[in-house]
């Protein structure tokens, strides 16, 4: 019989206190409220742990270091036991022969029923021979690791997008995977790499679940990927008040301001920075003093300089350029006041004159 993920992870030494801590945990990151900690614990006690394989193609790394670097401690130790990573190249003890036939067993044994975490993509160019593994290209193996899996994430923006291997001209014609798989259900997690507590907490709620959460029209899971980096960035105020740093060393730059006009695409980027934050939630870019360059965006690699501003951004409506910004911001601004002020002296009036103000006026 399959172990419950609860089994394996009394197993690997972790206790029910920190077991439950860790329900709570998830259940918070993935926006749910505490009360379903108890129904991730139910979950986790009593359903067979779904194994995972993941493969690497044309890639860095980058994104199994963010995972494996999860800040909070609890998380990542359930999470890599909850895993087992079956089989991962790069952080498997096993390697050569003897890693291939793990791969071999996984897929026959849970036919069906394993989680594919892609990260990296398949270089189509020249039959695939790119990117070799196990003296084949990998889009075989990728292929036919597909076939019988239950669902495939793809991580980071290689494995979503195609990312810098596939700049343009593209010469190893790196291809994204949902280019590539067309019949499994496939959940993109783009950046470079992805947020590692948005990759947890994804693979916690598949895993737990055992579905894919609500994701957006490009694949993306919409509690992590439905606003952009602008619309919850701490800079903002600046920027609707035309207040905006010009060169990386002035007074504005010191003082914090907006970002914008030195290239930030935090706009026109959809991801969890902004709220997540990287290193436990100690920082992000933008907090560091440098624009986003929009690395979980489709194409972003090809989209000029990380340093030329996004041009067609509509704020307030009206302003073409973040230029006419600061007069619209104020002018918003001074209207705002202006109205806050007569209704203000308008509610004075009526306690004076003993009339009751309706209900919103105030
Ligand atoms: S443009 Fe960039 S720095 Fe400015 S508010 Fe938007 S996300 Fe923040
Ligand atoms: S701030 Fe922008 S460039 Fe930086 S990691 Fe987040 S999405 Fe990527």
């Given at each position: 019989m399959t172990d419950t993920f609860y089994e394996v992870l009394r197993r690997q030494g972790i206790t029910r206190r920190s077991f439950l801590k860790f329900c709570s945990l998830t259940a918070t990151s993935l926006g749910l409220g505490s009360a379903f900690a108890?129904?991730?614990?139910?979950?986790?006690?009593?359903?067979?742990?779904?194994?995972?394989?993941?493969?690497?193609?044309?890639?860095?790394?980058?994104?199994s270091e963010s995972f494996i670097r999860s800040a909070h401690p609890l998380t990542k130790d359930v999470v890599l036991s909850m895993l087992s990573l079956d089989y991962d190249d790069t952080l498997m003890a096993a390697a050569g022969h003897q890693a291939e036939a793990i791969l071999e067993e996984v897929k026959r044994k849970y036919k069906g029923n394993y989680i594919l975490a892609?990260?990296?993509?398949?270089?189509?160019?020249?039959?695939?021979?790119?990117?070799?593994?196990?003296?084949?290209?990998?889009?075989?193996?990728?292929?036919?690791?597909?076939a019988d899996c239950k669902a495939i994430i793809s991580w980071g923006s290689c494995a979503s997008w195609g990312c810098v291997q596939a700049a343009k001209p593209n010469p190893t014609r790196a291809t994204p995977v949902h280019k590539v798989i067309f019949d499994k259900p496939i959940i993109k997690v783009p950046g470079c790499p992805p947020i590692a507590e948005v990759m947890t907490a994804v693979v916690t709620y598949m895993l737990t679940f055992d579905k894919l959460p609500e994701l957006d029209r490009q694949g993306r899971p919409k509690m992590?990927?439905?606003?952009?980096?602008?619309?919850?960035?701490?800079?903002?105020?600046?920027f609707d008040a035309g207040q905006f740093v010009e060169e990386w060393d002035d007074d504005q730059a010191r003082m914090g301001y907006c970002l914008y006009k030195m290239g930030c695409k935090g706009p026109t980027t959809y991801n969890a920075c902004s709220t997540v934050r990287w290193n436990d939630g100690v920082s992000f870019p933008i907090q560091s003093g440098h624009g986003c360059i929009g690395?979980?965006?489709?194409?972003?690699?090809?989209?000029?300089?990380?340093?030329?501003?996004?041009?067609?951004?509509?704020?307030?409506?009206?302003e073409a350029n973040a230029d006419k910004v600061g007069g619209t911001a104020a002018a918003v601004v001074g209207a705002s006041v202006a109205a806050h002020a007569a209704v203000t002296a308008l509610a004075r009036a009526r306690q004076k004159t003993g009339i009751d103000t309706p209900k919103g006026e105030d």
């Open positions: 108890p129904k991730i614990a139910h979950a986790l006690e009593t359903k067979p742990r779904t194994p995972v394989i993941w493969l690497h193609g044309l890639e860095c790394t980058c994104c892609v990260e990296g993509n398949p270089p189509l160019n020249e039959d695939g021979m790119f990117c070799i593994q196990s003296g084949r290209p990998f889009i075989e193996k990728l292929k036919e690791t597909a992590f990927y439905g606003q952009r980096i602008h619309d919850k960035c701490y800079r903002r105020p600046h690395c979980s965006e489709d194409g972003f690699w090809d989209k000029g300089s990380f340093y030329d501003r996004v041009t067609d951004i509509k704020q307030f409506g009206v």
